[in-house]
């Protein structure tokens, strides 16, 4: 069976900073894109960031992209979102998910698997 499972998530004051995970199990996702997106309270989800295979190249939504930062891991099969001075508007519950696509993507549906989510509240 293969899950995602999201780590990292907590309370924070503006200004502060966290870093999420998420390790996959049950099959290796180390040459596909990887990706991150959130859920703010009452609204959609929407994407944030992806990675593409080995680190070669990561992509953001504008409102992060000078304050977050994805990486990966392949030998442990997990990827990072690094949250820094985050802002009352970046609440939201974090999702990771994985394509199988190797190329970028931010689209929901291109992704097929997804993790449980992990909850992000940051106070003003």
């Known amino acids: 069976q293969v899950r995602l499972v999201e780590s990292g998530g907590g309370l924070v004051q503006a200004w502060g900073s966290l870093r999420l995970s998420c390790t996959a199990y049950?099959?290796?996702?180390?040459?596909?894109?990887m990706g991150w997106f959130r859920q703010p309270p009452g609204s959609g989800r929407v994407f944030v960031a992806a990675i593409r295979r080995r680190n070669v190249n990561a992509y953001y939504e504008d409102s992060v992209k000078d304050r977050f930062s994805v990486s990966r891991d392949a030998a442990k099969n997990t990827v990072y979102l690094q949250l820094n001075n985050l802002k009352p508007e970046d609440t939201a519950v974090y999702y990771c998910?994985?394509?199988?696509?190797?190329?970028?993507?931010?689209?929901?549906?291109?992704?097929?698997?997804w993790g449980q989510g992990t909850q992000v509240v940051v106070s003003s």
């Open positions: 049950g099959r290796n996702f180390s040459s596909n894109t």
């Open positions: 998910a994985a394509t199988v696509a190797t190329t970028f993507r931010a689209r929901e549906g291109e992704y097929d698997c």
